[in-house]
T-cell receptor
Framework: AQTVTQSQPEMSVQEAETVTLSCTYD???????LFWYKQPPSRQMILVIRQEAYKQQNATENRFSVNFQKAAKSFSLKISDSQLGDAAMYFCAYRTEYGNKLVFGAGTILRVKS | GAVVSQHPSWVICKSGTSVKIECRSL??????MFWYRQFPKQSLMLMATSNEGSKATYEQGVEKDKFLINHASLTLSTLTVTSAHPEDSSFYICSAKLAGTYEQYFGPGTRLTVT
């Protein structure tokens, strides 16, 4: 079974600084998708970024970028120029290429200090 | 586009009663919907997968007779918590899979408090 591990329960970052959230996963599949979701205090799940495993190029979305290391099964999220609105719970998630289910990590609470 | 709503957003019920939570895809058809449960500061736990017109598939350890799921149309799935008890108090989130794709879109969640 696939598993997703987020080893950082909480992280803090100063406004305008950069922070990296870690995620590792375990799978025997070769094709799959990885996601980072943000859950702010409203608790609405928001898709931040996604990565297709067959793509070597790391995905980027404005201030958010990932470092995808397929061989190491690592998928970290870098947030640049952190803003107060980035404060939230961040979940790493995995899905097989043709699968329905999302497998979530335990989450990392990100606090942004002004 | 791809908006999912949940109703109610917050509900309080007495122990022993049943409560129904609705999940609707507002602007797309969803052949598959998912129900998650989330405790404070914890991850989402998948409870069940519902497919339009067929029985839901429950995850191991989830009581199907307690958490009744119905997916009667391509835009609506319901979760009924039967004979609710205080331990059923939680945040329930649904997501809907856009028909023809594997993309999931999440609802805003429903906070259930059982007194």
């Amino acid at each position: 079974a696939q598993t997703v591990t987020q080893s950082q329960p909480e992280m803090s970052v100063q406004e305008a600084e950069t922070v990296t959230l870690s995620c590792t996963y375990d799978t025997s599949e070769s094709d799959y998708y990885l996601f980072w979701y943000k859950q702010p205090p409203s608790r609405q799940m928001i898709l931040v970024i996604r990565q297709e495993a067959y793509k070597q190029q790391n995905a980027t979305e404005n201030r958010f970028s990932v470092n995808f290391q397929k061989a190491a099964k690592s998928f970290s999220l870098k947030i640049s120029d952190s803003q107060l609105g980035d404060a939230a719970m961040y979940f790493c998630a995995y899905r097989t290429e043709y699968g329905n289910k999302l497998v979530f990590g335990a989450g990392t609470i990100l606090r942004v200090k002004s | 586009g791809a908006v999912v709503s949940q109703h109610p957003s917050w509900v309080i019920c007495k122990s022993g009663t049943s409560v129904k939570i609705e999940c609707r895809s507002l602007d797309f058809q969803a052949t598959t919907m998912f129900w998650y449960r989330q405790f404070p500061k914890q991850s989402l736990m998948l409870m069940a997968t519902s497919n339009e017109g067929s029985k839901a598939t429950y995850e191991q350890g989830v009581e199907k007779d307690k958490f009744l799921i119905n997916h009667a149309s391509l835009t609506l799935s319901t979760l009924t918590v039967t004979s609710a008890h205080p331990e059923d108090s939680s945040f329930y989130i649904c997501s809907a899979k856009l028909a023809g794709t594997y993309e999931q879109y999440f609802g805003p969640g429903t906070r259930l408090t059982v007194t």
